[in-house]
């Protein structure tokens, strides 16, 4: 099974958003795993603004669960650090990763998907966005490498 990061849509709404005449509301990412026929398995996950947990159910799509925000069964970064080796854990905690990018990272250990990469950071620079990516070939074997892509859109 193989997994991807995708953007789920809360109701909450940044600071800086909130004067809008339309307020634009917050979006995190999170991780899922795809079972064979490509569809997502249910997970859940919690904002990373307001604490609430959504119950994943397919890509970029969550339901809300009320009243589960103290709950201890959500997978957090501190239940993934001992399945990851030291070396890939300073790379994710030197870059300040999220607990999507820790899940994917545990999932490509796992599954031992070697020759996966996973995004450690990117910033947008006017019409590109710097990327900087860890490529994971083996328990022991990785690379670091930082590339400029160039965005555009054609219409």
């Keep these: 099974m193989a997994g991807i990061k995708h953007l789920i849509q809360c109701h909450c ?3 800086q958003y909130k004067k809008l005449p339309d307020p634009v509301f917050h979006k995190f990412v999170t ?3 795809i079972d064979e026929d490509g569809d997502v398995i249910p997970s859940v996950s919690r904002c990373n603004n307001c604490g609430v947990v959504h119950k ?3 890509f ?3 339901e809300f669960i009320y009243g589960l925000e103290d709950t201890f069964a959500i ?3 501190k239940d993934l650090r001992s399945n990851i080796p030291e070396k890939i854990l300073q790379i994710l905690d030197d870059n300040k990763c999220d607990i999507a990018t820790w899940q994917q990272v545990d999932d490509i250990l796992r599954n031992e998907e070697w020759g996966s990469w996973v995004i450690l950071s990117k910033v947008a ?3 590109s966005t710097q990327i900087k990516q860890l490529t994971i070939d083996g ?3 990785l690379k670091i490498e930082s590339h400029l892509r160039k965005d555009e859109i054609v219409g």
Excluded: A
Aim: aromatic share 4%.
């Design 75 to 77: 997978t957090e970064i």
């Design 125 to 127: 620079l006017k019409g």
């Design 31 to 33: 991780f899922s795993t």
């Design 139 to 141: 328990i022991d074997k």
């Design 13 to 15: 709404i940044l600071p």
């Design 56 to 58: 994943i159910v397919d």
């Design 60 to 62: 970029c799509t969550s």
